[in-house]
């Protein structure tokens, strides 16, 4: 099994900005993808942006240009660099695993992060 953490959620003003983070444990597989989605209330869950292994980056389109995907494979950790937040990217952000054959895909609790006006 595969246990997700996300932290870093929290309450900001309108242009601030927030590092998030997922930490992995467990069965992982060197060779996985990592990526963060979003779901804002009452909207599906919506791709933020993706990491390979390699690094190798890929972004949906609601936020690129606004954060930056990285990850720390000797920490099995994964970050979001988010900036000039706006209300609407108030959402519970989700950090999710694949690896494997299928792949097999975990995802973790979320972290909300909440955008005042």
């Known amino acids: 099994q595969v246990q997700l953490v996300e932290s870093g959620g929290g309450l900001v003003q309108a242009g601030g900005s927030l590092r998030l983070s997922c930490t992995a444990s467990g069965s992982i597989n060197r060779l996985n993808t990592m990526a963060w989605y979003y779901q804002a209330p009452g909207k599906e869950r919506e791709l933020v942006a993706s990491?390979?292994?390699?690094?190798?980056?890929d972004y949906g389109t609601s936020l690129k240009g606004r954060v930056t995907i990285s990850r720390d494979n000797t920490k099995k950790t994964m970050f979001l660099d988010m900036i000039n937040l706006t209300p609407e990217d108030t959402a519970v952000y989700y950090c999710?695993?694949?690896?494997?054959?299928?792949?097999?895909?975990?995802w973790g609790q979320g972290t909300q992060v909440t955008v005042s006006s």
């Open positions: 999710r695993l694949a690896q494997g054959i299928g792949p097999q895909v975990y």
């Open positions: 990491i390979t292994h390699t690094g190798r980056t």
